[in-house]
């Protein structure tokens, strides 16, 4: 009789795994699945989901693939060596609008929020808010990176054209800080844990932040692959989803965040915990990733704008 009171109780936490097969692979098409990750605060989510066992309880085994960044996934992802990345969404909707690939998005992972993304300055004299910096030279981490676009938009929004009124040059993320210092460069658009680290080591003064009213809540990066593997493998992905969207709850959690991000980064624990993050939305909405891309066509970054909602595989209900 206790056998058998065990064995019910067993099937009933089966069933709560949320329609998960209790761990099960069968049925999924691709049960081992190779994941892209860059080392940033956006790919949190997956660090928990592997942590605390939601891929497992999906009947997953997710295989973490270092990458540096989001646009280097995209070759790995058409050669079959990643099934799934971290997809930075301005560069994978500038790869699809060159013909590289079709991408689908099948989970959201990070949206920029005050502070996450910022422009600094050093000791310029006579910068007074962004107006203050025409004729100046800016760093960004890339040239058309989604850094550069925030930068692009705040600037006019400030009365600049980022194209006529600065000088825009490229400048890899950890060498802002001395850059801002020795005064190659007057300002620094930077992310973070940079725009903390600019501060704390190198004397930086927050300017202004980048993601705030044209840019508020700015969808950063998702989850995502090429349509030919989401397509093929259907359940597969579902799985995969469900398991995110568990993180991305838990990530509502800001010290679940912060112990998480020093596993998978170079981020130290006490950095985690004074950095400002974005936020880990739930779900994908469409409505919001078509602003990104509707604002990458003003900006010049696409020679037509893509209609997200089909680059998105709905999350399963």
Not at 189 to 205: C, L, Y
Not at 301 to 317: E, F, G, S
Request: aromatic share 6%.
């Amino acid at each position: 009789m206790k056998r058998s009171l065990l064995g019910l109780a067993a099937v009933a936490a089966c069933l709560a795994l949320s329609a998960a097969g209790c761990g099960s692979s069968e049925g999924l098409e691709k049960p081992v699945l190779t994941v892209g990750v860059v080392p940033v605060p956006d790919s949190a989510p997956l660090a928990i989901a592997q942590q605390r066992g939601y891929f497992k309880d999906e009947g997953l085994t997710v295989k973490i693939r270092p990458v540096k960044a989001s646009p280097d996934a995209t070759p790995l992802l058409l050669n079959g060596s990643l099934d799934l990345a971290l997809l930075n969404y301005v560069s994978t909707f500038t790869a699809q609008d060159k013909g590289t690939a079709a991408f689908r998005v099948v989970a959201d992972s990070y949206r920029g929020s005050n502070g996450s993304f910022a422009v600094l300055t050093g000791t310029a004299p006579g910068v007074q808010g962004l107006a203050g910096l025409r004729g100046r030279k800016i760093a960004v981490p890339a040239v058309r990176s989604v850094t550069d676009l925030l930068l692009a938009v705040q600037l006019r929004n400030a009365g600049l054209d980022r194209d006529k009124d600065v000088t825009v040059v490229p400048v890899p993320l950890p060498n802002m800080g001395a850059a801002l210092r020795q005064g190659t460069v007057d300002a620094v658009a930077a992310a973070e844990p940079f725009v903390t680290d600019i501060q704390a080591a190198h004397g930086g003064h927050l300017l202004s932040d980048l993601v705030t009213g044209p840019t508020e809540d700015f969808p950063i990066s998702g989850w995502g692959g090429t349509a030919k593997f989401a397509e093929k493998n259907p359940r597969t992905v579902a799985a995969f989803q469900r398991a995110i969207a568990r993180a991305n709850r838990a990530a509502a959690d800001r010290a679940t965040v912060t112990r998480a991000i020093p596993t998978y980064t170079q981020i130290p624990a006490v950095t985690a915990a004074k950095i400002s993050l974005g936020a880990y939305p739930t779900r994908l909405d469409a409505a919001k990733l078509q602003q990104v891309a509707t604002l990458m066509t003003q900006y010049g970054y696409l020679q037509n704008t893509p209609d997200v909602r089909k680059m998105i595989t709905p999350a399963p209900k």
